[in-house]
């Protein structure tokens, strides 16, 4: 994605009726911004080294954490969750389509 130019993160989205598309819309100073369309996808559960903030842009998602009892929380439209590093994640449904915006940094250094 050219960081020079506008830019429109509902326009020109990728197929995702095979697999969920990733694509980096910023990647600068240790923070990396993405956009992720998902077409009824779900995932392998994630254990990441970064922190991330994620929101659901267009339809619904349900993440759930394996470790907390099957904890899981459906979101919306407009919903947006903090994961921290190292928290095990899944994404175990999503609506054809799901369009999310994620937001990954360094976790703080306490």
Sequence with gaps: MN??????????????????REEDLLNKGGVRI??????GQTS???EQDED????????????TFPDEHGHSIALRSGDFLFLEAGR????????????WLCVFFA????
């Design 3 to 20: 960081n020079h130019q506008l830019s429109n993160i509902f326009q020109r989205l990728p197929d995702a009726s095979e697999s969920e």
């Design 34 to 39: 993405s956009r992720i369309l998902s077409g």
């Design 44 to 46: 392998a559960v994630y």
């Design 52 to 63: 991330e903030w994620v929101m659901v842009l267009v339809g619904e998602a349900e993440i």
């Design 88 to 99: 095990r994640h899944q994404v175990t449904r999503t609506s054809d389509p799901c369009l």
């Design 107 to 110: 976790p703080d250094s306490e």
